[in-house]
């Protein structure tokens, strides 16, 4: 409808305007221009160059040779590379769906009219305001396996906590429960998808006799939809690009037995530690087709899931 | 005309920001403000607290017996983030004139020929190799060519607790020598309560304790001194990582994890709080330790070897560079010579770090410091790291190989095969 209408109001207009509204989007190009110009800088033109880089063995102090497909070829027989494929989507895999569980469940709940609401959503929103680097070095006293708290609390319940970050079988599972305390930021746009359900849908249903649970399920999550869509895609990812957490946590080591080298940490140290910058692009490359991929499988099976108000 | 003047206002402002925008971004320039005739010297550093006080002083110094050079500091954060802006910045063509480096990394940047041999110059201004430790010298070049002017270094050595040693009975006087004694000391040292250690005695790959420290103190070498290649499956080191595995396997590993993954540094350091009784580490905790627990009753020894003989250790430490594409190389040089002649050294690592030079150390009074002193007499038999091109690579090989061996994950033979074969594959490109 709003197509429609802009297109009517454009060919209504008499010539004299129309110069006018062309010379104002002139100005407002212009005005756009440092950014565009900074997007082509620094976005599209080394992206373009990523692409070459390639297929050859630049080390960004050295121009480096084309050398075809090895980079790619290299790739597809390098250990740690799969390894680090297998660690970032295990984390993605458990992490995603967790995320939209606790999100949604925290936003009803922080949606419910009770007094002190305000205070509750300040709370559940403050962990994302912390640093990353920050949050790790306090979870990694959280989840000392000794001295921390919550071996500490286990201990009082009788149960012998694992060693967490110290051990292979742990060490992804604790990064996922750490990411999740970062939750906040996708609560508070739950909520937001929450605030715009007409009360009307839920009185029409109440009045239906439809009890709590026939509600959440026939009204609020329907209607959500669009907003759990947002936030998968999102999650998704941010899920493959994670970095700063397991970095700070092992140092830059993906350490033990390389069960936090993630993705990106792996190819950060190829290109900035190891100098393999052409090898770096080939795995950036790979990440985009794996990423574009994903989102594109989700885009298809989103018009059977997804409902949009009003349709 | 009244429509063109309309957007013509526009346009002056979108040029007028734009100017704006562009002076804000572009740099100082290496100009002279005082415009006397001085060369400005760009350094790029990452010192704070007393090693900026101390290089401020050595610029002073420097400064006044040659003042037509004035030295411009840049503050660049410490570690990584500097080599990044560096690496930027010789990419780009428009690097500092000199630069605060890791040692370590000089055989990275001069395989890419990123460094300014100073070979030449050294030898002009009597810089020698006689004048440092060995290892110092041979940290700073590569393939027989100076790339560095080594600026402070450090050693690794057994830490003990002379408390703990007093309470089961063993003599603080007399620390582990030989590998036996050190496992024998451990034993006793260890109080574990089921899962848990409460203290625990000695845990080889914590802290300094890397595959490269035991290596050596069991006699073993990296790297083949006639043709180069690495040697990581050298039976002796093979043997140090045999070591290493068999006594993770007494403690188990997993009930180890927690003191190696989330122990602390500085005042949460395990050696201060009681719960490690030994511990390699190198004399960069010295201070730590006066700071947070000055009344700690510890000692520090030779790393035990499996015969109690032929200590050895490994040092690393700063160095400074001048860039390839830097514009006063002159005047850099003369920089780095004072720095690593006796007078720039002296200034520089008072009160600090362990000077390059073995004369200064003495001045120092290090040598009467019953702590300081270990750490210095054992810098003549010091190794340094093999100076390869893929030095990053084969550290981090090494460290995964340890874990994978020390949690049952491949035999140490075979995980050090590969590190020698991944590592020799990654030096071939170099040889062309």
């Known amino acids: 409808m709003a197509k429609l209408a802009d297109s009517v109001q454009v060919s209504a207009i008499p010539s004299a305007r129309k110069r006018a509204l062309h010379r104002t989007n002139v100005i407002g190009w212009l005005f756009a221009s440092p950014w565009a110009i900074g997007l082509l800088c620094f976005y599209a033109i080394p992206m373009l160059m990523s692409i070459y880089f390639s297929f050859t063995t630049y080390s960004i102090l050295q121009p480096g040779e084309f050398v075809g497909m090895n980079n790619y070829r290299d790739l597809f027989q390098d250990p740690l590379f799969w390894k680090s494929i297998y660690n970032t989507i295990y984390f993605t895999v458990f992490f995603v769906p967790l995320s939209i569980f606790f999100g949604v469940a925290l936003a009803m709940m922080l949606n419910m009219k009770v007094k002190g609401m305000a205070v509750f959503r300040t709370i559940f929103f403050l962990p994302t305001l912390v640093p990353q680097v920050a949050l790790a070095v306090l979870w990694m006293w959280l989840l000392h396996p000794n001295f921390g708290l919550v071996n500490g609390m286990l201990a009082h319940i009788g149960i012998d906590g694992p060693s967490w970050l110290g051990g292979e079988a742990w060490s992804k599972p604790s990064l996922i429960l750490m990411s999740l305390w970062g939750i906040g930021q996708a609560v508070v746009i739950y909520l937001a998808g929450l605030g715009d359900i007409p009360d009307e849908y839920y009185e029409a249903a109440q009045i239906d006799g439809a009890n709590w649970f026939q509600k959440t399920r026939k009204v609020t999550l329907p209607l959500l939809t669009p907003v759990i869509f947002y936030n998968l895609v999102m999650g998704m990812i941010g899920a493959f690009q994670q970095f700063t957490l397991p970095y700070t946590l092992t140092k830059g080591q993906g350490t033990p037995a390389n069960s936090m080298t993630f993705y990106v940490m792996y190819l950060y140290e190829n290109g900035f530690r190891y100098f393999k910058m052409g090898y770096a692009s080939a795995m950036a490359w790979i990440l985009f087709i794996i990423v574009m991929a994903l989102t594109g499988i989700i885009f298809i099976t989103s018009k059977r899931w997804v409902h949009y108000q009003g349709k | ?432």
């Open chain 2, 1 to 432: 005309m009244r429509r063109s003047k309309k957007i013509a206002f526009p346009i002056l402002v979108y040029f007028l920001v734009m100017l704006l925008l562009l002076t804000a971004c572009s740099t100082e320039g290496s100009s002279d403000p005082a415009g006397e005739g001085k060369t400005t010297v760009t350094m790029w550093h990452g010192l704070t607290s007393i090693d900026l006080d101390n290089m401020n002083k050595v610029v002073k110094a420097f400064e006044e017996k040659n003042p037509t050079i004035k030295m411009n500091l840049v503050y660049t954060e410490s570690s990584e983030g500097s080599d990044q802006k560096l690496l930027t910045a010789v990419a780009g063509g428009n690097p500092p004139d000199v630069a605060l480096f890791d040692r370590f990394k000089v055989g990275t940047w001069a395989a890419q020929g990123s460094l300014t041999d100073l070979s030449s110059m050294a030898a002009e201004s009597g810089i020698r190799k006689e004048m440092y430790y060995p290892f110092a010298w041979e940290e700073s070049s590569y393939q027989g060519k100076l790339y560095a002017m080594p600026m402070d270094t450090d050693s690794r050595l057994l830490f003990y607790n002379k408390d703990h040693f007093k309470e089961v009975g063993l003599d603080p006087d007399k620390p582990p020598q030989t590998i036996a004694e050190l496992e024998a000391a451990a034993d006793k040292l260890t109080i574990k309560e089921g899962k848990r250690f409460k203290r625990i005695g000695f845990i080889p790959w914590y802290s300094q304790g890397w595959l490269y420290t035991w290596g050596w103190a069991f006699g073993g070498e990296f790297q083949d001194a006639a043709t180069g290649k690495i040697t990581a499956n050298d039976p002796k080191v093979v043997e140090a990582l045999q070591w290493m595995t068999d006594f993770g396997k007494k403690y188990n590993v997993e009930d180890i994890a927690g003191f190696t993954s989330a122990a602390g540094t500085e005042e949460m350091d395990p050696f201060i709080s009681g719960q490690i009784s030994m511990k390699i580490n190198g004399n960069f905790t010295v201070k730590g330790i006066e700071k947070f627990k000055p009344d700690l009753n510890y000692g520090v020894a030779p790393i035990p070897t499996p015969t109690g003989t032929n200590f050895t250790t490994w040092s690393g430490g700063g160095s400074a560079i001048i860039p390839k594409g830097a514009k006063n190389v002159a005047a850099a040089w003369k920089f780095l010579e004072f720095l690593g002649k006796e007078e720039g050294q002296t200034l520089l690592n008072a009160d600090s770090q362990i000077s390059v030079i073995d004369a200064v150390n003495d001045k120092y009074g290090y040598k009467d410091d019953p702590i300081m002193k270990e750490f210095i007499n054992i810098l003549p038999n010091s190794h340094n790291r093999p100076v390869i091109p893929e030095g990053q690579l084969l550290w981090n090989e090494l460290a995964s190989a340890t874990e994978k061996a020390t949690r049952g994950n491949g035999t140490p033979k075979e995980n050090l095969d590969r590190v020698t074969e991944t590592v020799n594959k990654a030096l071939e490109k170099y040889d062309k």
